[in-house]
């Protein structure tokens, strides 16, 4: 997927962590130590930002380090963003 922004890289990628571990978006909040609606704010594309801590939490809850979770090709081709 060429062209694509951080933040919607970084939900891609929680979105398809989330689908293989057959995991629901409440669940991840649950795991993570954060409120589901931390998470469904995180998944509207309407939102733009996403804090770093968010991602670490979130990484623990899925029980991968924040390594594992950039290492994926959606951030190899991510758009150059300067506004």
């Known amino acids: ?10 939900v ?5 962590l989330c689908a ?3 995991i ?3 669940e991840l909040a649950v795991r993570s130590g954060v409120t589901p609606s931390t998470v469904y704010s995180m998944m509207d594309p ?5 804090s770093i801590q968010t991602v670490k939490k979130l ?3 899925l029980d991968i380090t924040i390594t594992e979770f950039f290492d994926d ?10 506004y």
């Open 46 to 50: 309407v939102r733009k930002d996403i």
């Open 73 to 82: 090709d959606l951030f190899r081709t991510l758009e150059q963003e300067i």
């Open 24 to 26: 629901r978006y409440n």
């Open 1 to 10: 997927m060429v062209g694509v922004q951080i933040k919607e890289a970084v």
């Open 20 to 22: 293989a571990r057959k």
């Open 12 to 16: 891609l990628r929680f979105q398809r």
């Open 59 to 61: 990484c623990d809850g």
